[in-house]
């Protein structure tokens, strides 16, 4: 079984026995499509709106945007943040467009327990906040994934970051 497969079947899975038990992974809307992808313009709209306020607050973080096939578009990695950050922001960023959630939501199914640790078992998965989606006229065209502080404060940096394209 390939791993897409097998991340569709175990969310279909976790969201169906959670609803049994009267919790649910929640979606800002199921139904949500794809669009084109994210142009490098919005792209720096977005990371420089996004590390004025890391930067700002004295954060050090790493700041990745991915388009809406999940492909790497913009990355910076502000000084003094630790490496390690980097295939997190990327994996935050993957993790919003695979699932077409934020990462917050993931987190949380996690932090619940029960039938939420089956996420454990997913290939590839970031359960952590900090990873938004990007979207244009309901469509999601990207994602930005932010690492290197408490994940409260990479979603304050991400969606910073989104604000720009308002």
């Not at 809406?68 to 993957?94: C, M, R, Y």
């Not at 990207?142 to 940096?157: H, K, N, P």
Request: hydrophobic share 50%; no cysteine.
């Amino acid at each position: 079984m390939n791993a897409k497969l097998f991340l569709l079947l175990a969310l279909v899975s976790l969201s169906a026995s959670a609803q049994k038990e009267g919790a649910s992974i929640k979606t800002a809307n199921p139904t949500l499509e794809y669009g084109e992808v994210i142009t490098l313009d919005n792209a720096k709209k977005i990371l420089k709106a996004a590390e004025a306020f890391a930067t700002g607050n004295q954060w050090t973080v790493v700041i990745a945007i991915v388009d809406s096939g999940g492909n790497l578009v913009l990355l910076e990695k502000l000084d003094h943040t630790q490496f390690g950050s980097i295939e997190v922001a990327i994996g935050k960023a993957k993790t919003a467009i695979n699932f077409k959630r934020p990462t917050k939501l993931l987190e949380d199914a996690l932090a619940n327990g029960g039938v939420g640790l089956r996420l454990l078992a997913v290939p590839g998965v970031f359960p952590l906040e900090g990873g938004e989606l990007i979207l244009s006229n309901g469509k999601i065209i990207g994602a930005i994934g932010v690492s290197g502080m408490q994940s409260t404060q990479d979603a304050e940096v991400a969606k910073a970051g989104l604000a720009a394209l308002k």
